[in-house]
């Protein structure tokens, strides 16, 4: 079965950087469309990356900020972050999917994690 975990969240100070990773499990990693979503305290889902083989998508929210990676060989995705502020603070899911409709950037995903919480705060 497809698993994923993410690790690597915890408290931050505004302005400083965090690496999110997920181990995946249970498919053929380098076939699968692999991303990030988040969500705020009391808000929804908010899709912020996306990669699949030499394609990255951000959203405008993360964009210039965020870098998202893969290492194929530990079959593991990495969401470095950089310049984080208060509204970064949320709860991060790395999700999968088999693009065979296209790649899908929003928050609609055939596998998820159970998530790791971020906070950024002084």
């Known amino acids: 079965e497809v698993q994923l975990v993410e690790s690597g969240g915890g408290l931050v100070q505004p302005g400083g950087s965090l690496t999110l990773s997920c181990a995946a499990s249970?498919?053929?990693?380098?076939?699968?469309?692999m991303g990030w979503v988040r969500q705020a305290p009391g808000k929804g889902l908010e899709w912020i990356s996306t990669?699949?083989?030499?394609?990255?998508y951000y959203a405008d929210s993360v964009k210039g900020r965020f870098t998202i990676s893969t290492d194929n060989a530990k079959n593991t995705l990495y969401l470095q972050m950089n310049s984080l502020t208060p509204e970064d603070t949320a709860v991060y899911f790395c999700?999968?999917?088999?693009?065979?409709?296209?790649?899908?950037?929003?928050?609609?995903?055939?596998?998820w994690g159970q998530g790791t919480q971020v906070t950024v705060s002084s």
């Open positions: 249970g498919f053929t990693f380098d076939d699968y469309a």
């Open positions: 999700t999968a999917d088999l693009p065979d409709r296209g790649i899908p950037l929003n928050e609609y995903h055939d596998d």
């Open positions: 990669i699949y083989r030499t394609y990255t």
